[in-house]
């Protein structure tokens, strides 16, 4: 005997978590997944789940996307940050939706967070204040990320107050730290361990005959 389909009726009874978990793969859920994209960005709560559920009923239904929602979306995970958040909802939105301007610009806002660049990151997110500003809390939720270092790097060096602030500041000097004003945050020079690039394989450097001497072996 199959699964039966609730009523719409009986779907009304439930919570949008409940559906999700009841019956995540029901396009008639979809209205209310979408309504509630909008209640989380009201209402300054979160849910990656039902986000995802969205998103993945999207690509059954293709012709009834959102994209104005989908980009709440991203939005919202990218305030989520430092969790995987973004790329989980990214890789469930097609190539030709992440080619529109709006996304672009917030693939490349999620690529400065990621890789540290803060700065880089508040110009960007300047030029697409527009939209950014419709999700109220995106610059506080933002900035809490930015400033975690501010709990991790005293911390990490065992250090606070002055003696902190003595250490920073002959970094800058002598070390090639930059210190931005206008967040406080610490940009660290690039070096083998935090930019590592690919290195030459050994093999590339084997003398001809070398080679020319493992064929007879080998024959």
Known sequence: MGL??????????????????VNPFNPEILPDLENYVNEQVTSQT???????C?????????????????ARILIKALMAMPTPDFSLCLF???????????FKALIVLSHYLETGRFQQFWDEAAKNRHFLESVPGFEEAIQS????????LPRLLNMDGASLDKFIEHQV???GWILEKENGSIVLPQNEFNHPELKKNAGENVPLEHIARIFPILG
């Open 4 to 21: 039966e389909m609730e009523s719409p009726k009986e779907q009304s009874s439930y919570t949008v978590e409940q559906l999700v978990a």
């Open 46 to 52: 979160y849910s990656l789940d039902s986000n995802l």
């Open 54 to 70: 969205l998103l993945r009923l999207y690509q059954f239904e293709p012709e009834r996307m959102n994209t104005h929602v989908v």
């Open 92 to 102: 469930l939105i097609p190539e030709r939706v992440q080619m529109e301007e709006q």
């Open 145 to 152: 990320i930015c400033n975690f270092q501010d709990l991790f």
């Open 173 to 175: 000097a002598n070390s």
